[in-house]
């Protein structure tokens, strides 16, 4: 049975707001950053933003409501539309692929095209930024000052804090109340021992004794403002993009997001979202899973062992979607290496001052500086084997430190420049969904049933353990162009 989608018309408050000012009648408004409200040029009179006339009580929610601007984009609405000035009446062209505002050029009115678009790629929210270009810019370059040496030389003389562009992203951000159901079997150490083998005195093998368990979490979870970008980016080998960046800087206070005005975009960049809820839902399902799985781990400190969780079930009550922009200060950096194009950003979030970024590399210095790292345990080897080789022989300490010498001067090469090359490149940085996002649990139901002892094992944790996996990040988000229609 198909549940019912209510729209909440966050459209129809966005038309009732006035674009001009209550005081003296000018058009000209716009979001002063330092006040943090809404400003007229003229009379300098200033104006709180309007409050969302969402759902807060997420625990009651039955339905599936999205607001007006999560509706499905029309995929056969033009993107290039003429608007009719209200303030002057002179009719304005609007490219709504690059932005939801402009202004009318005869009177400098603020435009605002919620009004005629029908399609969804307008917001129904809007988190307006906080922290000032100049105060982004001073962040990315302490955040560049520790990571000067090894960055790539090109970067470093092209760099200028100056083009840091403050952007308005667009992000899901989807409220759950639903019912799990997991179920697994755990394992709980009793007895760690080893045995010497049989024919090789020397050799020693380690074996666990443990206790098995049936078990089963079953709750309710409320999920508060889960974020998701509604951006898809077709990446192909000549257009590498590190996008992760841009994600790993969240998570924002969500909860500070007012209804969505025009007036908020003066002086930003902004971006439209190209998806829609239905292509997200497989993402938005296994974060969900991963938040409720990452939230009963504390009921299983028992099991050192492990869990396999065989039945992860998520029955959905009731979810409520908006779509909203974020503020994100942005650099970006597109670097050409073999004919292929990797854009590297620096990103802050324009609200909780977080950075994160991913800087072109200089390899061959890396290289150079890591390897370096081998000559003092080279030179402590040659040492050693000078003392030595009149006495047992140059090739028998080959022979019986052969390993110990391979690991002594390659480990602490790869250590370095892993950790180097992770510094700049922040290939693995991410938002922490599952333990960021804010959740709580009720009605839990625990069930722990033992059922044997299983001995003299080999491996130290269970077979199959799951309960610390994340699938959210892996999973695919499709694309609505490649998708059929309905």
């Known amino acids: 049975m198909k549940k019912e989608i209510e729209v909440i018309e966050t459209e129809k408050e966005v038309k009732d707001i006035k674009n001009q000012c209550p005081n003296c009648g000018a058009r000209e408004l716009h979001y002063d950053i330092k006040l943090k409200k809404i400003t007229c040029s003229f009379c300098n009179s200033t104006f709180e933003g309007k409050e969302l006339n969402i759902d807060n009580d997420i625990e009651k929610l039955d339905k599936e409501k999205i607001g007006s601007g999560a509706k499905d984009i029309d995929k056969n609405f033009k993107d ?3 608007y009719r000035c209200p303030g002057c009446g002179a009719e304005v062209i609007i ?13 400098q009115g603020i435009l605002t095209i919620n009004e005629r678009i029908e ?4 917001p129904d929210a809007i988190l307006p930024f906080t922290l000032t270009k100049e105060e982004a810019m001073n962040l990315i370059e302490q955040y560049l000052s520790n990571r000067k040496f090894f960055a790539d030389k090109t970067f470093k003389d092209n760099f200028k804090s100056d ?3 403050g952007i308005y992203f667009p992000y899901l951000l989807h409220d759950v109340n639903a019912h799990c159901i997991f179920i697994g079997t ?7 021992y080893e045995e010497e083998d049989t024919f090789d005195k020397e050799k020693k093998t380690t074996y666990y004794d443990a206790n098995v368990y049936d078990i089963s979490r079953e709750f309710d979870i409320a999920i508060d403002d889960l974020t998701i970008e509604t951006i898809y980016n077709n990446k192909t080998e000549d257009n590498q993009i590190t996008d992760n960046i841009i994600n790993a800087i969240l998570p924002f206070d969500t909860k500070n997001c007012i209804t969505f005005e025009s007036k908020y975009l003066v002086g930003y960049h902004s971006e439209n979202r190209n998806l829609n809820i239905k292509d997200m839902k497989n993402k938005l399902n296994e974060e969900v899973k991963d938040i409720a799985r990452n939230n009963i781990k504390n009921t299983l400190k028992k099991y050192d062992r492990g869990v396999n969780w065989t039945t992860e079930e998520v029955q959905t009550k009731g979810t409520q979607s ?3 922009y974020l503020p994100i200060w942005l650099y970006s950096y597109q670097e050409v290496k073999n004919n292929k194009k990797i854009l590297h ?6 609200r909780t001052k977080k950075v994160v970024g991913s800087v072109p590399i200089n390899k061959p210095k890396l290289i150079i500086t890591s390897s370096l790292l081998g000559v003092p345990g080279t030179i402590f080897l040659i040492n050693n084997i000078i003392d030595v080789r009149t006495t047992i022989g140059f090739s028998s ?11 002594l001067i390659i480990l602490p090469v790869l250590l370095f420049y892993n950790i180097k090359y992770n510094k700049y490149s922040n290939k693995n940085a991410r938002h922490y969904y599952e333990k960021e996002t804010k959740n709580e649990i009720s009605n839990m139901q625990m069930k722990d049933k033992y059922i044997k002892e299983r001995t003299r094992l080999t491996s130290s944790s269970i077979s199959g353990e799951n309960s610390n996996r994340v699938k959210g990040i892996y999973t695919k988000i499709d694309n609505q162009d490649e998708q059929s229609e309905d």
């Not at 950003?345 to 324009?350: C, K, P, S, W």
């Not at 300490?397 to 690991?407: A, K, P, Q, R």
């Open 95 to 107: 490219n709504t692929k690059e932005s939801t505002q402009a202004k009318c050029h005869w009177c």
């Open 322 to 324: 908006i779509t909203a």
């Open 186 to 192: 755990a394992e709980e150490e009793t007895r760690r």
């Open 119 to 122: 399609n969804g790629t307008v």
């Open 397 to 407: 300490i080959l022979m019986t430190n052969g390993i110990f010498i391979i690991l």
């Open 345 to 350: 950003y620096i990103a802050v979030n324009g």
């Open 80 to 82: 290039i539309i003429t």
């Open 163 to 165: 083009n840091t562009q």
